[in-house]
């Protein structure tokens, strides 16, 4: 019987785990058309699962020591989670990958988008819209909008709300806002639009853990979810609070 393809994204010491598993290892690039073909992705850390939704991967992903938000596996069980995969003993679910568009073009971001100010200590103008409805203006350093594996990150942080796994909403919460009492929204996945209002300094388009160019004062930055990835999720994977 061929052994199930395994991609490997990010520390290949993994690839042991896949071996006794069952599984052919695989190191791959995700800018190439060779990781389309594996059976399975395995991704390791936070960084792997970005670099998967980054490359638009599409085969089954395994994430491991990613954090609970990603339904991950502890790497000490990733052999008894792989031949569950292997085996079709797992179930799967889908992380929505946001998708932002702006005049200058396309990007993608697993956990969240932000705007910023390219400047330290100084504030801009952001509007957010949703559904063609004004939600907010309001002076801060940014606006940063989480998927619902996204809030669980720098939106816990800056105290904003954490979406449950599988509920069809972002998490928009101002960076720094010059007022101390502003609020914070979830917002449905379609139809949300964020606006700059001032063009004091330069405001940055942020997506993941990579700076995808600047936006100009009276553009659009429209978000919305059209892909996702697909997570196997095996007994060892962790739960969706936990």
């Known amino acids: 019987m061929q052994r199930p393809t395994v991609g490997i994204l990010g520390d290949q010491t993994v690839a042991t785990a896949v071996t006794a598993a069952g599984g052919e290892p695989l190191a791959v690039d995700p800018t190439e058309d060779a990781v389309a073909e594996t059976d399975v992705v395995v991704a390791v850390g936070e960084a792997g699962m970005l670099t998967a939704a980054d490359a638009g991967i599409e085969s089954p992903l395994v994430p491991v020591d990613a ?3 990603y339904r991950s596996v502890e790497r000490s069980a990733l052999e008894r989670a792989l031949a569950a995969v292997f085996e079709q003993r797992h179930e799967t679910v889908e992380l929505p990958v946001a998708t932002a568009r702006t005049p200058l073009g ?10 910023v100010t390219g400047e330290p200590a100084r504030i801009s103008e952001y509007t957010v819209v949703s559904r063609a409805e004004r939600v907010a203006t309001f002076r801060a350093d940014g606006v940063v909008v989480a998927t619902p594996a996204g809030s669980t990150g720098y939106t816990r942080r800056a105290d904003g709300p954490v979406v449950a796994g599988g509920v069809d ?16 929204w979830v917002v449905p996945m379609d139809g949300l639009e964020l606006r700059v209002e001032r063009d004091e300094t330069p405001v940055e388009l942020l997506a993941d853990d990579r700076t995808t160019g600047s936006v100009v004062p009276g553009e659009s930055v429209r978000v919305g979810v059209e892909t996702s990835l697909s997570v196997a999720v095996v007994p060892e994977s962790s739960g969706r609070f936990r």
């Open 106 to 115: 396309e990007t993608r971001a697993l956990a969240e988008l932000m705007l």
């Open 67 to 69: 954090g609970y938000a």
């Open 169 to 184: 909403a972002f998490a928009v919460v101002p960076v720094a806002p010059f007022s101390t009492d502003e609020d914070m």
